[in-house]
């Protein structure tokens, strides 16, 4: 069998599975946000949160909520870091303070993004007790926020939208830990490690010693794809043979990354009553995941340089037990989703497979997006599309019954515009700063291509990157944290006083002139907005780097 051949039957194989676990999952979801009753376990968690689950809030509650919760996470992570000392299995591992600001904001804002060697800076109970937490509660909290944001449009004339340390704690126990445990032994059985050791001794062919990192991998491995989180228990993240041994380890962990954003479109159907609307969002989704996939695929085995082909293919920075195809697959998931999980060195992709990765960062990640961030950023640009199409019929703008007015439209538009412009703002201070560029391995468009990567990644919530940029200094420490924190945060408080704002208003009936939302001229239109805001926000940047190096 060709290697396509063979890339296109995994690609199958994950397409069928998803399609599988769609319906059933997505009602699972519905079921858990819809219930009424509380697990003994949750009025455990309530009882010490002192939240009453039975009462709801106004918006600006439940937004207090999450940056409440999110500001005691990074200060907790930031601590438990700093005291590794004097905890046990810490094997006399320190983590500097800048190291420490930058991954507690990282993690707790479900980026990811990783600036040192987890297998020689962090020790196991920061990462089970520390890391793997927020792998947990951060995802939980992405989908908390897509929750509230979907029952604005089925409420009418109200000022509540929930509660939200119910829907974290409902998303936390009753979705991502059961999974999460299923998913942890499948890999444990696939040959992922799971240990508590520091590492193994080996001796080498030349007869020299040397010791082999263990972890505790496989428990921290299904939540860092399941939540959609990305950061790896070893630096080689999912192209290490201890976190993703083979093909079928592969497969899952793609699976898990999309699983989640997926069927959230089958639970947003189902909570506002009519599933062709979560039909539409997934088409577009899909075809935007496929259509980038397409790119970086076309690039990596079609590669322009003299090295990748007197070799016949693009294989540096690639595992051969993955190939081209599954290294591609990944990379479109990965950077698709706010994940950030990469089994290839992206840093080593042509300049078309690069700049499919960074596209795909830069539509927002929501193709199909993060747990949670992917329904509510797709919901914003059915927004803003029905807006556009608004003006052009001259008209008043609606989705799902709800008026668009000058309120809507300035939140869904501060959602969109705050990705880019942390995103811009730094990358452009990083370059006029002096010294900064030093910290690129490499010249020229893909030295660029190195500082747009990890701002994007930053600013976007993904946690990937270029690796040849070194990214270790206290400027890219500090700033990067900055635009994981208002890349996420920022967004969240547009959407959630959106939510508030849909909320409050009564249901209008559908008339003639009504666009529908579940054709595929809606379909059409709302991909062309996704493809539209993109390339004219960032073309010029993406000329400079991935773009000129294609075309070098």
């Known amino acids: 069998m060709s290697s396509t051949w063979a890339g296109l039957g995994q690609a199958g194989l994950l397409l069928l599975a998803l399609a599988l676990v769609y319906r059933p999952l997505g009602d699972y979801l519905h079921r858990v946000f819809t219930s009424t009753k509380h697990w003994r376990l949750e009025k455990a968690v309530y009882k010490i949160v002192r939240a009453d689950p039975d009462s709801e809030q106004h918006w600006k509650t439940y937004a207090s909520g999450v940056l409440g919760f999110s500001f005691v996470s990074v200060l907790f992570l930031y601590l ?80 509540r939208l929930g509660n939200f340390w119910v829907d974290l704690t409902r998303g936390t126990v009753r979705v991502l830990l059961p999974l999460s ?3 942890a032994i499948v890999l444990v059985a696939l040959g992922v490690v799971q240990s508590l050791k520091s590492g193994v001794a080996v001796t080498n062919p ?85 259509g980038m996939l397409a790119v970086i695929w076309w690039g990596e085995t079609h590669a322009n340089g003299a090295a990748a082909r007197l070799a016949g293919a693009a294989m540096e920075g690639k595992e051969t037990r993955f190939g081209l195809a599954a290294s591609a697959l990944f990379a479109d998931s990965t950077t698709g989703t706010s994940t950030g999980a990469v089994n290839s060195m992206h840093d080593s992709f042509t300049g078309l497979g690069g700049f499919g990765t960074l596209l795909n960062m830069m539509f927002g990640e929501l193709s199909p997006g993060g747990v949670g961030t992917g329904l509510y950023s797709i919901l914003v640009m059915a927004i803003i599309a029905m807006f556009l199409a608004g003006l052009m019929v001259g008209r008043t703008p609606e989705y799902l ?43 020229g468009a893909h030295g660029f291509s190195e500082l747009l990567y990890a701002y994007t990644s930053a600013s976007n919530n ?91």
């Open 206 to 290: 030349d007869g020299s010693s040397s010791t082999i990192a263990l972890a505790p991998a496989a428990s921290q491995e299904a939540i860092k794809e399941l939540g959609t989180n990305g950061g790896g228990i070893f630096n080689a993240n999912s192209a290490h043979p201890f976190e993703n041994p083979n093909s079928w380890s592969n497969l899952i962990q793609i699976f898990l990354l999309l699983v989640i954003p997926v069927a959230l479109t089958r639970t947003f159907g189902k909570l506002v009553g009519n599933t062709k609307q979560g039909y539409v969002l997934l088409s577009v989704m899909g075809a935007l995941w496929a």
């Open 80 to 159: 438990l870091q700093r005291i590794q000392p004097l905890l046990p299995l810490n094997f006399g591992r320190t983590v500097d303070p800048a190291v420490a600001f930058n991954t507690a904001i990282s993690f707790v804002t479900n980026t990811n993004w990783q600036s040192y060697v987890p297998e020689g800076v962090m020790g196991h109970v920061v990462q089970m007790a520390g890391l793997t937490v927020q792998n947990f509660v951060s995802a939980g909290v992405g989908l908390a926020v897509a929750i509230a944001l979907t029952r604005a449009f089925v409420r009418s004339k109200s000022d």
């Open 401 to 443: 019954g709800k008026k668009l007015g000058k309120r809507e439209v300035t939140c869904s538009a501060i959602a969109i515009l705050a990705m880019p412009t942390v995103l811009l703002i730094g990358a452009g201070a990083a370059l006029l700063i002096p010294g900064n560029t030093d910290a690129l391995n490499n010249p």
């Open 181 to 183: 445990f299923v998913f």
């Open 462 to 552: 993904n946690g990937s990157a270029f690796a040849g940029i070194t990214v270790t200094n206290d400027w890219y420490q500090s700033t990067l944290g900055v635009c994981m924190a208002l890349g996420r945060f920022v967004p969240i408080l547009a959407v959630l006083c959106l939510a508030g704002s849909l909320a409050a208003q009564r249901k209008v009936p559908e008339t003639a002139g009504t666009l529908p939302t579940t054709s595929p001229l809606f379909a059409t239109l709302l991909a062309g907005t996704v493809v539209l805001v993109a390339a004219l926000t960032f073309i010029p940047a993406l000329a400079l780097g991935p773009i000129a190096e294609a075309l070098a």
